[in-house]
């Protein structure tokens, strides 16, 4: 079965650029997406088809995708992005997710 | 604004069935896929698998396989995530998700059920 492994956690001072990896065999040949997620809260989208935002997700979040990483970079972090981050592609018929990402902002 | 509505927390003893529920609304029910994804407390999210409500289309991740059954009804919008019976390792959240219509992300997320299942 595919898997996505991505680091466990992810430290970064405020203001500074906070960037999480994704790895897969071939992941660049997919699609990724990033959910962000907070303690007690359901994962909300921040970045879908590898470098695209939905609407009200700022700026500060982006995407790449190429070979078998993709990487979710947050430039300017604030205090207020400290979640779970989690990557997730499309394999064949099922989703698949990375394992997460805690990203600390101190 | 498209919303998941789930049903409320359980709390069940190990070998009870049951059945939660997440309802679709403000969009067209039988044109997106919806699955259900498992969070352990302190874990990460698990893809169970999902369902194609227009022609009832279900797959399943293998390690859900046999464990679960996903279903929907679309004369009220809703899909089920049913377990004939429980195990206290089915303690979790489950969310229900609905994916975008190129099917490659979740779009649209449930608030979750909390399972509880100890006797």
């Known amino acids: 079965s595919y898997e996505l492994t991505q680091p466990p956690s992810v430290s ?29 809260q359901s994962p909300v989208l921040v970045i879908y088809q590898d470098n695209k935002r939905p609407s009200g997700i700022p700026e500060r979040f982006s995407g790449s995708n190429s070979g078998n990483t ?5 430039s ?19 989703i698949v997710f990375g394992g997460g990402t805690q990203l600390t902002v101190l | ?22 309802q679709g609304s403000r969009y067209s029910f039988t044109s997106h896929w919806i699955g259900w994804v ?5 874990k ?17 991740t293998p390690s859900f396989k046999g464990q679960v059954t996903i279903s929907a009804d679309n004369s009220i919008n809703t899909a089920y995530l049913h377990w004939s ?29 909390t399972v509880t299942v100890s006797s």
């Open chain 1, 12 to 40: 970064v001072s405020p203001g500074q650029t906070a960037s999480i990896t994704c790895s897969g065999d071939k992941l660049g040949d997919k699609y990724a997406s990033w959910y962000q997620q907070k303690p007690g």
């Open chain 1, 70 to 74: 993709a990487t979710l970079t947050i």
């Open chain 1, 76 to 94: 300017g972090t604030q205090a207020l992005d400290e979640a779970d981050y989690y990557c997730q592609a499309r394999d064949s018929t099922t």
């Open chain 2, 1 to 22: 604004e498209v919303q998941l509505v789930q049903s409320g927390a359980e709390v069940k003893k190990p070998g009870e069935s049951l059945k939660i529920s997440c």
């Open chain 2, 38 to 42: 498992r969070q352990k407390p302190g």
């Open chain 2, 44 to 60: 990460g999210l698990e893809w169970m698998g999902i369902t194609y409500p227009d022609d009832s289309d279900t797959r399943y």
């Open chain 2, 85 to 113: 019976s429980l195990r206290a390792s089915d303690t979790a959240i489950y969310y229900c998700a609905r994916l975008a219509e190129t099917d490659t992300y979740i779009d649209v997320w449930g608030k979750g059920t």
